[in-house]
């Protein structure tokens, strides 16, 4: 009898060792997870101009409530009580620079819209690496500058990408065809030139392009022979 209850015992004691063991792999991955979002969001506030001083007004820091975050700006969570960024609507706020490399840690991140700011400069090349789980991007009517980085098309969630109104120069990477989820395309009025891509699963009208008079193929004029 002593014998089975020692067995029972330790039985007892090694699920109790398990489930505190689970819990706090689970609190440790969810701290990490909130640390991280807030780090990213205090890395985009430190990287961009706040000209007009919206973020500077709602993105405070110094609140520790827990979902903080989820009461900023612009900010969408999974849940307004759990601080994991689900949509970043920047759109504008008179913000100024560069494209915030920090938006890498919102790992949970699937929408960021950028549209209509005064960002400028080139596209990370490695941007696949930042926006991994994207689903939305919108970077339309900016002043981004250099080519469309070839790994957009790793990003193969994307139901939208909109990349009008800037001026992005060179081709379109053929590669973007490769994304099987868009929807909504378009780099209208930007300085493009060269074949537009063939979308594998979709199609695009002529509007997509718009305003890049060296554009060529799909729905715009035939390209000249090579």
Known sequence: MAFLMH?????????????????LLLSCGFSFGVESDIN???????????????????????????GFICNFLGVECW???????LNLKLSDLGLKGS??????????????DLSSNQLNGPLPTDI????????????????????????????????VLKLDNNKFSGIIPPELGQLTRIKIFS??????????????????????????????GGPLKHCPPV
Not at 79 to 85: M, T
């Open 187 to 216: 780099v209208a009025n930007n300085q493009l030139s060269g074949p537009v891509p063939n979308f594998n699963n979709t199609s695009f009208g002529p509007e997509s392009y718009a305003n890049n008079t060296g554009l060529c």
């Open 40 to 66: 990213c969001l205090k890395s985009i506030k430190a990287s961009l101009e706040d000209t007009l001083g919206y973020l500077n007004a709602s993105w405070d820091f110094n609140d520790n409530t827990e």
């Open 99 to 112: 494209f915030p490399k920090g938006v890498a840690n919102c790992t949970s991140l699937t929408g960021l």
């Open 128 to 159: 696949d690496k930042i926006i991994t789980f994207i689903t939305s991007l919108d970077l339309s009517s900016n002043s981004f500058t250099g080519q469309i980085p070839m790994k957009l098309s790793n990003c193969s969630y994307l139901n």
């Open 79 to 85: 849940h307004p009580h759990e601080s994991k960024v």
């Open 7 to 23: 067995v029972l015992l330790r039985k007892q004691d090694a699920g109790i060792f398990i489930g505190s063991v689970l819990w």
